[in-house]
């Protein structure tokens, strides 16, 4: 597909013997946010560093694509494609927020003036002017990863890879950085996200992929992983005690607490079946007081998948 900011097929990575990366394919289209899950150890910091040039994956890897450049035949291509922003600081303390910038301008091969320019735009775009003349050792940890972003920003990438980037944030700059991620893909960027907060993925990603033991486990929106996972349920309840009764024959199948005149039936969650409930109370004459639905979130999917001993049988792919 030529719309693909990210292209990889069979990415493969072993260390000493030990298999990181295990065949892995992903596809990722452009101006989209696609976070890659999985716990410590999965291989989720080897795969940002082969696909952004830092390590190189193993002969018996396939082809991979960045920005549309080929990733072993034109690395420098990809490099002036994409930004990095990893799991620890790039920030240098011992200068400004201002000349970290500049650094970066001058990394990028900017000229002076537009090394300034560029600056003066980020550090405005990322609430960093008034705190832009001060040691970036000062900085707070929230302002730091903004600070850091900013820096990846300077070479104006179409592809960014952000390694685990709110870690040992509160949730105040957790949220602030949520909203500056939403913001480059508004710009058309396309934003690779690696994180350990299930809440992350679910807020932003358009597509995740669950990695475990070097593969991907399953992959779809947060919705479809959701239904991987069985557990959801809908769960009526009624005061009336001859409602209850007359629901409890209505709906077969249903499991029933008596004491709390409530009935649990299995339910994935969807519009239809929510629909095909109510038209069975509707036709028994039946209504209850109170309908709620549940449906496993991201932690029940994350935990399902990456346990040795349960897998769902299908993956959405």
């Known amino acids: 597909m030529t719309n693909l900011a990210i292209a990889a097929n069979g990415l493969r990575k072993s260390y000493d013997g030990t298999v990181v990366l295990d065949g892995v394919d992903l596809a990722v289209p452009q101006g989209t946010i696609f976070s890659l899950l999985g716990p410590n150890g999965a291989g989720k910091t080897t795969a940002v560093k ?16 960045i920005a549309g450049h080929d990733l072993a035949t034109d690395p420098q291509a990809v490099r002036a494609s994409i930004g990095v922003t990893g799991q620890f600081s790039a920030v240098d303390g011992l200068i400004t927020g201002a000349e970290n910038m500049l650094l970066m301008a001058d990394l990028h091969h900017l000229s002076r003036s537009a090394g300034r320019r560029v600056t003066a735009e980020l550090l405005e775009r990322f609430d960093l002017v008034e ?122 199948g249903a499991s029933g ?38 449906t496993p979130d991201l932690d029940d999917v994350f935990f399902a998948l990456t346990s040795k001993s349960s897998k769902p049988e299908e993956a959405v792919r």
Do not use: C
Request: charged share 25%; no cysteine.
């Open 131 to 252: 705190a832009a003349g001060k040691p970036a050792s000062t900085y707070s940890g929230g302002m730091k990863r903004r600070l850091d972003i900013a820096m990846t920003l300077v070479g104006s990438p179409r592809v960014i890879f952000l390694d685990e980037p709110t870690t040992g944030l509160d949730p105040r700059s957790r949220h602030n950085m949520w909203q500056i991620i939403r913001e480059l893909v508004a710009d058309g960027v396309t934003v690779f996200l690696t994180t350990q907060y299930l809440e992350e993925a679910d807020e932003l990603a358009d597509r995740i992929a669950v990695l475990h033991e070097g593969t991907i486990a399953a992959e779809g929106t947060a919705d479809e992983l959701k239904r991987l996972i069985p557990g959801g349920h809908v769960r009526l309840r009624f005061t009336d005690p001859l409602a209850y009764r007359a629901a409890v024959l209505a709906l077969d």
């Open 257 to 294: 607490d008596d004491e709390a005149q409530a009935l649990h039936l299995a339910s994935d969650g969807s519009q239809q079946n929510l629909r095909a409930i109510l038209d069975r109370l509707d036709a028994a004459g039946v209504r209850a007081d109170e309908l709620t639905v549940h």
């Open 50 to 65: 082969i696909l952004s040039t830092l390590i190189t994956p193993d002969p018996a890897s396939g082809p991979i694509r």
